[in-house]
């Protein structure tokens, strides 16, 4: 059974960090883009980076850059989000999201088809 499992989420400060991780079960992820997005109470899901499959490509969204790095390691089957200078409105539950793809690009736009249960992050005082 294909599966993606996120973890690292918690509560913290304004201004903390957290690092969150995208384990996979089942498939290797060598060969998936690796896409993270979030979904806040009340609002839409909103991809927040992605990752190639070689880990040399990268996107973010404007409201996260310089702010989050994703990055991965394909031996240990996994991809990272590192979060700093949290605010509160990135308060969401966040998600990771694979898609199989051979070209070494990412993209937030691609209907990524493997997606974690995703995991809380708290920003507040």
């Known amino acids: 059974q294909l599966q993606l499992v996120e973890s690292g989420g918690g509560l913290v400060q304004p201004g903390g960090s957290l690092r969150l991780s995208c384990s996979a079960s089942?498939?290797?992820?060598?060969?998936?883009?690796i896409g993270w997005f979030r979904q806040a109470p009340g609002k839409e899901r909103e991809g927040v980076s992605c990752?190639?499959?070689?880990?040399?490509?990268?996107k973010y969204a404007d409201s996260v850059k310089g702010r989050f790095t994703t990055s991965r390691d394909n031996a240990k089957n996994t991809v990272y989000l590192q979060m700093n200078s949290l605010k509160p409105e990135d308060t969401a539950i966040y998600y990771c999201a694979a898609y199989r793809l051979v070209l070494n690009l990412c993209t937030l736009t691609l209907a990524y088809n493997y997606w974690g249960q995703g995991t809380q992050v708290t920003v507040s005082s």
């Open positions: 089942g498939f290797i992820l060598d060969n998936y883009v």
């Open positions: 990752i190639s499959k070689g880990g040399d490509s990268t």
